[in-house]
């Protein structure tokens, strides 16, 4: 059985995601079933060749670390704050009664109250990737049920995190089993709670003193190789460094430093660089996965697999249910935050992972974890899109409608109300104008568009004018507004205006098309140096563009008329400004 290494790894096992991801795609599935499957086909568990599966392994923890980074970087308090009320017990009530079933199945097939115990926790975190993608492809991802499953989610992430700090501490006396004490758990985990307490302090204080004022020397030079390298070294660095130093994990490292880099006014322009790097080593990390599932296993020990599906796909949504409605939310929220939660995620695996390394679960829970992700993410697209027709379907069931219902009526609107209150008060919502680049032509469109009642918000790759902007009190968003996220971070679905001032004809297409392409009713003006140059952007979507060559010429001809006029020949001409 030969061992392919770095080189056959990348190729056949990419190779291979792509096929698997884009047949799941077409089939309705997320990629990610593709990508385990494909994993499945590179590992010692299917016939033909065999991939080395500890660098494998070394390469998914660049994945791990990579996603980390990025759930750090994009980790927003606010969205947490404006629905804690339900997200916190929630979460933790979801998260409690998941672990109590695996354990209690786990005790029922014979295994370990530690093997439960990961078991639940595993089945309890849903995959991040695959919440905002369903979210999003069924349009409720910026609704109030929308915001309520994402703060559901951040608050799992958080104790996944707590979770993974901790493990380390607690793996020897649960494996032990007997000799446990409170006093040496009690003191393990004051241990690893101080340890945490320092990492957090040198990474999120020291770190958020020194890494901005990195970043802004980096970006000066206006280097993109160096700035993507930047952000690669501040997150390999802290993931590292936790582990090794701090006894923690690379995900807590790497989520810490994503939280650094986040508070940076180049947070925006960071998140949309590592994205290709991310997703590429994304996939490494699911074909990682893929390669350590054994179906043989389906075969000897499927009534666990069923119960442990039955967590996910039942538990879990009736849990979810009674929480939300009972807390006086709509059944559509209920059932969104519960089908969408329904599923198994990244999480899960690093869960996993961490707990193989500590001896606290065997091969089986693995394999229990990776089918339970197979199967829920295959079916959450479908479990989502299908909430309109349950809805439906329990309004024809009266007494559990008007059951569902008992706190709605009393707490609904105050709810909404708040909830259109606190996206009412955002300062950002107000904001209706997009200016990219902030030369003296952006500088006189915000006049013009602050004249007009419209507050503008700048796009701009100088790191010292959006530093300016801010500390003005102005809406300023480093990054190429080329870029979905940018736009999407500048308020670009609020924008009824943008106004492209950057002369380079090619990149102001391309920002125009962006912009279209994101919110098609957007009023677009531009630009351009040559007349050559209004078709392209034209096609591009730029409804007024400003000629640069039929301007100059204009001017040039009314300052000429002007001297001309009135000087006699032979007086010292007149210096005039263009």
Known sequence: MHEYHLLEILS??????????????RIGLSPIVGYLAAGFLIGPQSPGFVADP???????????????FGVGLHFNTDDLMKVKGVAVPGA???SVSAAACGIAAAYFFGYTFGEGLLLGLGLAVASTVVLLRVLSDNHVLNTLHGTVAVGWLVVEDIFTVLVLVLLPAVAGPITSGAGISFGPLLWALAMAAGKLAVLWVLVLVVGGKVV??????????????LFVLTILVIAFITAVGAAYIFDASFALG?????????????????????????DAFAVLFFLSVGMLFDPQFIMEEPWIILASLAIVLLVKPFTTVLVVSGLGYSVTTALTVASG?????????????????LNLINQNIYSILVACALVSIALNPFLVAAVPGTEKWLKTKPRLWDL????????????????????????????????VGFGPSGRNAAEVLEKQGIIPVVVDMNIDTVADLNRQGKRAVFGHAGRQDILEAAGIHRASYMVITIPETSEA????????TVRPEIRIFARARFFSDQALLEKAGADYIVLEEEALAEELAETMEEVLSGEKPGREPAVQTL
């Open 404 to 435: 569902l219902n008992m706190q709605v009526e009393k707490h609904s609107q105050e709810l909404f109300k708040s909830y259109e209150n606190q996206c009412a008060g955002d300062s950002e919502a107000s904001y209706e104008g997009i200016i």
């Open 92 to 94: 933790v009530v979801q």
């Open 212 to 225: 901005p004022g990195i970043l802004k020397k980096i970006v000066q030079t206006r280097s993109q190789e």
């Open 54 to 68: 500890d660098l494998a392994h070394n390469l998914s923890e660049a994945g791990v670390i990579l996603l980390m």
């Open 254 to 278: 790497a989520f810490l430093g994503g939280m650094v880099v986040g508070k940076s006014n180049v947070s925006h322009q960071a998140g949309v660089e590592l994205i290709p790097l991310r």
């Open 509 to 516: 297409a391309e920002i125009a098309l962006t912009a279209k």
């Open 12 to 25: 056949i096992g990419f190779a291979f995601a792509l096929i698997f991801g884009y047949f799941a795609k």
């Open 341 to 357: 939660l329904a599923q198994v995620g990244e999480f899960s695996f690093i869960l996993a992972q961490t707990g193989l390394s």
